[in-house]
Structure formats: C-alpha cells, structure tokens
C-alpha cells in the first residue's frame, strides 16, 4: 500500500528531504542523531516493507560497523586515553564517540536518501524540473521512456542473434565480447533509424513551437500547504538550534555537550516530530479510515 | 467545402528517375471516411505525408495542395500540428515521453496551452478513448494495441479537423487492429472528423470507407465507393484485387446481375439469392489429421511440455504435446498470449521448458542448445531489422558464412543460389535498413537460409506486409518444402494459412486444441476461420479460400 507522504505535492516532499538529510548531516549530537536514525529507518521499512530489512542487515549495519571501527584506528585526537595500539598509537574515548556518532550520520542520511529515491518518483522530478527548465525535463522523460525501450531491444536482438548461433552466449570471453559488441551495434543502427520516425512524430504534434507549457496532475491543494507550513516551522527551529548551539556537540580534544536549557528542551522536544513526519501523516490517515469506516 | 483539393501534384524523390507520385486532381470532402490502398512502394506514404508540410519528403514537387481553399504552404506550423492529425504505422516510435498522461499531453504543451485547458482536453479525450484505466501507467507497460490508442489519442487530443493515418494497424494482431479502426470509425461518425487511412486490411475497413482509392505506381488507378473502386479493380484484374474482401473476390469470380457484397453478411445473402443448395460435406464428422498415420519419425515432436517464464509467473504452456511431420508447411495459429511464440523458442532451444521434452528429428534436445538434436534448426525473428550487421546486404549475406571451411567460389554460388530463391538479387548492393519492410523481411530470410536448415521456424513472416509479398513468400516456402524443410510458421494471418499451410493447429491457453489439414481444420472451425468460410459454409462447409468457394459455386451452378 503506497504512504500518506507519499502522495502529498512533490515540493512538500523534496523540501521535507531536503531538511532532514541536511539537519542529518549536521546534528552529530547523539539524541538527534538517535531520532534522525530511527526516523529514517521506520519510514524506510514503512515504504519497502519486509524487503528493508535485507537492505539493512546485508548492507547497511555491516557499512556502519566498519565506519565505527575504522575512525578509533585511524584517529588519534582526544584526551581520554583507553588503551595503544600495536603500533604505539593511542585508542581514545573522543575518538570512539566521534567513530560512531559518524556512523549513525552515514547510516542515518543514507535510510533517508533511500526514502527520498523510493518516494521522489521521476515524474515528480521532472515535473519540478520542468517548472525551471521545460526542455531538460522534457529530454529526461524521453529519456525514461527510451531506457526501458532499449533494454527490451537489446533483449530482442540478442535472442534474435541465438537463433542465428551468434548472441552474446557460449564459450570464451573473446566470443561472448563480439556477440556483446554485435548486439551493440545493431541496437544503435535500429535506435537511429528510429529515432527519425519519432522525431517525425514529435513534430507533427507542433514540438519546437515558441511557448511550451508543461502540463503536470500535480496539484498544491490544501492539505500540502498545511504539511509544508508545519514542515518549514520545524525546520527553522532545528537550523535555529543548530545555529544557536543548542542542538551541537563538540568531541575534540573532549567531549563537550550543551547545557540543559529551555530551549535546548523544546528543540528537543520538536526535531523527534520532523523526523516522523511522514509515519504521523500515515498513521493520521490510517485513524482516519478507521474512524469512517467505525461510523458505517 | 473540400479538405483538400489537389492540383497537378507531381513529386520526385532526389536522385530517383521515376515520379513518386502524379495526381492530376483529387478531392477530399469534409466528414469523408477515405481509404487509401496500393502494394507496398506504390506512394501511399508519400501521398499522405504530403498533405502534412511538416512532414513532407524533401525532392522535386511541382502542382498545388489547398485546405480549406488556402494554400497548405501558407499554413503556419502552429496550425497545421493542430489541425491535421498524422498517426504513423509504429506504435513504438510515435510515443515521446515515458507515461501515458504525459504523452496525451505532449502535443497541447508545444501548442502552449494553459493548465487549465490542458487539464480538461486531457480528461476528455481519456474519457472517449477509454483511457482512464491506465492514465497512470507507464508506456513500456502497455501492450502494442494500447500504444497505438494513446498515439490517436494524442492526436486527436489536439482537436484536428482532418485525421491522416499511415498504415496504422501494421504492427497489431487482429483483434488490437479490429478495436483500433473501430475506434477510427467512432471518430469519424461521432466527431465528424474527415479521416483518410491507409490499409492493407481492406477486409476490416472497406465496410466503414466512404470512399476508396487504390494507388499504383505514384497514380490512383481506382476512386469511388468500395464497391465501386472493388468492381473497377476486378475489371482491369489489377494484382491488387487479391487483397479484396473475399465477398469481393468470390463476387467476381461468378457470373451474376446481382449488386456486389461488400461484408461477409452481404455475402451470405448474395449467395442465398442464388439458390445454391447446401453441399453436403464428403466426410460427415472430423477425421483424425494424417499426421498420425505417417511411420517415419516427426521432424519436431514435443511431449507434454511445460513451461513458464519465472517461477512465481503463471504457465505460458501447459502440457502443449505436438507433432511436427518432415518437410511440411505447419502454421501456428491462435490469439494473443496464448503461447504460440513461446512453443517456438521452445523447439528452437532458446528456452527450456522446466517439465517435458523436445525432439528434433526422433532425437530428445538436450538442455545445451549447441546441439540441435541431429537437426539444423534456424528461427527467423519478428522483426528482420534485428539479424543485420553489415552496411549492405551482400556482405551481411557473406558473413553467415564466415567461420566455416567453405571455399570463395563456393561462397558465392550459395549466396547466389539463396538470393535467387529469396529474390533479392537485384538489392544485394543496398543498404539493408533502406529496403522496404517486406525486402527486409526476405533479406533477413536469406541470412536465415544461408545456415541450410532442415527446420526453419517463423514468426509472424506476414506481419504488415502486402498481398504481393504474401505471394513470394508462399512460392519461397513451396520451394523450401519441396526440398524436404519442415517449415513452422506462427501466425495472425488466418487467410494465409488456409491458403499455403500443409497444417494448421490452433492454440489455446498454452495448448493445441485442434489440429488439421486447412480443409478440415478451418470448417471445423465456426468463428476462428477465413472470411470466405465464413460467408459460404452454410452452402460450402468444405471451401476454405475464395478459390475453393469459387469452383464450387461455379460447378453447381453450371450443372444445373
């Protein structure tokens, strides 16, 4: 089932991963970084479901471990000292935080942009795109459209070249290459030549007329101003955080974190809300449903 | 007033000696369902792409082109991308952007229009086009009959006053083509928009013409009602009036006072009025096909074969048993999906199917499709345009037969030899992708043979192609059989099955569920036969082909 979130205007939706893969990026304190973290995660296997948890464990745990362990390695700075390596270098405290607070950023901002490429769809992109430039939009949704084209071509061709005992099969790399480079071949010889009846096509129907519009189904309604206004409060308030100090922290030469002050607590209190934006948009909208379909 | 009015319109391409096209005067009234017919290189194209500026062909034109009374020169880019329509034969290379709504969008955005108005023409022309069921979709997911929807539809988003359709149903199967010009019929009686199309199915759309021309060699020989253009045709025995309607055909080749049917209705009560009487066929009931008496081992033979394409996918073939005797004609026939070009790939061992076996020639195909079973077996493709490599067609040839250990001289005997029986020897020194589609076709079918197979298979070999090329290709496979090939033939084109093939087999949901010689395979038939069938097996159950019912009708009219 497709997510509230991801059905809101495509502006909501890269301005709101625009915020948190920045704010992920520069909150390295541990509380925030634990929220952008899980934040990411849940909508992640929100949007992939059962197929996440692959990603997770097979990719992305392994990547963070090695992030962790490799920086108290290689980084030496700190004070507190716990132990020496073989080589004489020192292990420090500082540098183990700092090894994985940076994990949990690498982890953290890679769960997001996982998100952003399964919810920003290309006709979302192109449709921002072509609000700017009409032309290189329209050229990415050609050329999406010619991609899979290709592909199934290259297929064709190259079952059509079996038949003749010649496709990219069979023993050797040497073989296995011409057949490869046969199939190239004919592909762009066959992309070329039809390539002309589609310009054709693209001109009967007035393409290169001054004053292109750009159509799209998008629509800005009143519900994407509403996220977009809540969005942009929460955001300001995390920049505002970061920018005033309360939501840093500092690892070298010691760890320093920032007092407890009222502020600090409601920006604390407010970045957990943006992380789980889209999962309280879903879960609004589930309770929704629920409550029509109680009233049936 | 005239859509069109054409004035002494001559055209030379560059560096041809021949005029491409010569009308000394047509009109094309308004609200007019015209269609236009030839042979294959007789200038339809060349024709209808000039009653679009932005499409003319660049050469020698003399002669003048009004719309609307005005000059077509004079029409600005603007106008004539609005108002005249132009659908091409390809599905595939007409579709721009990569999702339907965009596409139908895509001509009102070069137009500038608003949001707005956009929105709405969009919604519209989902709506009378049926659409809506996948606004949404991506183009690569539609099927070939959807794509060439979403072009007319495109089109006809822009509200043009004159649609112009370049053999559009070429690359469809009967059914997609049945729904398309079904569709080109709804716009023209409801809309009133003048159409004028291009066909090789003259079958499907001479009942919806208002008007039919028939072209050959750049002139239009024929111009009137299809009755009367067909009449004309059968007149000057014009090699076109093999592509007539088989009432048509069967109408001509009996003497009779009688007006001419046009549907296989018409035919039927035509044939009433002649009080013929009811045949009765020589064999009551349906004999088991010969295949099955013949001792020697079936050149293909597959036993209970399964087969899908993934395992979570559902069956393609489903226990699908055949034989397949030496040296004959077998044609495949059966609708979309229903696993015709699968069992093809099957017996040529480009797949595996995951239960059952294959043999070639007595032997089981192993799992390695190296070895063909003791067999040659070749496959020619759909679509020709996949198998050339090189820049001309000789030394695409000559490269089949790179590799082995055959000396020069006997190299060019074999290209000879393969050249004279596919006649292409007169295009050997042209570039392939510059033939025409069915020069390509034989080409590709020359490359084929050059591997001397035992087993040729084909898919689709008749596809958008013309009656005169349907008559090389037969004359070709008699010689090939002749020889002792076994030619397997998948295929739509049911008349030219009923015609050539040595056995027809129909498929259904991954099986055969019958399987005969033409005769008795086709009467057996009550819905899936030719349309001479069709109209006469009420007094002719046995005729298959308008010849068949010909000769009959003929015997038992002079004998009484």
Redesign the interface.
Known sequence: MRDAFSSYHPTVNLAYFAGIILLSMLLLHPYFLVFSFLGGLAYFLRLRGRGALRFCFLFLLPLMAAAAVLNPLFNHAGVTILAYLPDGNPVTLESICYGAAAAGMFGAVLLWFACCGDVMT??KW?YLFGRIFPAQS?LL??A??FI??YQ??AG??S???????RGATGKGILRKARGGL?IL??LT??AL??AI??A????????????????S?FRFDGRDRIVFFILMGLAAAAFWGLAAGAAGIRFFPSIHLPETTPSVVAIRILYPVLCFLPLILDAAEELQWTYIRSRL | MDVYQIKALSFTYPLASRRALFLPELCLGKGEFTVLCGRSGCGKTTLLRHL?P??TPHGESAGEILFFGKPLAELG??EQ??RI??V?Q?P????????V??EL???????????ET??LR?AETAGFFGIQGWF?E???RLSGGQKQLL?LA??MA?QPEVLILDEPTGQLDPVAAGEFLDMVQRINRELGITVLLSEQRLEAVFPMADRVLVMDEGEIIADGSPREAGTRLEAMEHPMRYALPSPMQIYAGIKNNLPCPVTVREGRQWLDRLEIRPQVPASAGREKPDTLQKPDPPAIELREVWFRYEKPLPDVLRGLTMKIPGGVLYCIAGGNGSGKTTAL?VM?G?LRPYRGQVCLGGEVLSGK?AGHGGMRL????Q?P?????KSTVRADLLE?LEGGAISPGEREDRLRAVSELTEIAGLLSRHP?DLSGGEQQRAALA??LL?EPQILLMDEPTKGMDGDFKLRLASILKELTGRGVTVVMVSHDIEFCARYADLCCLFFDGGMVSEGAPGSFFSGNSVYTTAANRMARHVFPEAVTAEDVIKRANAALGSR
């Open positions: 290309s006709d192109i329209l949704s050609m999406l459209r899979p084209r199934m071509q064709v061709i079952r059509s070249q079996a038949c003749l005992g046969r071949s004919i010889t066959w030549e039809n009846e589609t054709d096509s693209m001109k009967a129907r007035g393409y290169g007329l001054p004053g292109r519009t750009s159509f189904l | 679009k932005a499409l880019l603007r991308a609005s329509g132009f091409q390809n595939d290379n007409q579709i721009v952007t990569d999702k709504w965009h969008a895509f001509g009102l955005e070069s137009l500038g229009t608003d949001s956009l929105r969009v949404r991506s183009v690569s072009s495109s089109v822009m790939s040529a480009l499709a070749s496959m020619l493709p679509s345009q996949t198998l050339f490599v089949m992708f490359k084929v591997a």
